[in-house]
């Protein structure tokens, strides 16, 4: 739900931070958004299965997780934004990627 709730209310939520239709960085903050939307169910089971590590009395594979996680991001950002030219959306694809990559590596 809260995916579909920031891919559709997306232009909602800009105009509830004050983000005008007319700047412009409306557009791209709408893509940005639409697209990181598809991260929020592993984000979810992240934090979940976060919190059973530390019930567990474990912070370093979360750790890892998210170092290996932020590691996938960074690379991927550098080649989804720049060599493949997708902007905006290249930026928010590596970011779900890792989101997803954090989970897997959590559960």
Known sequence: METVALIFGSG???DFIGIPVDSPVRIP??????FRAYGAPPIIVAL???GAFRGLMDTKTPLYAIGVGNLVNAILDAIF???LGLGVRGAALATVTSEYVKAIMKI
């Open 48 to 50: 979940a299965a976060q």
């Open 81 to 83: 934004v720049f060599p």
């Open 29 to 34: 903050a709408e893509q940005f958004l639409t």
């Open 12 to 14: 909602t939520l800009m």
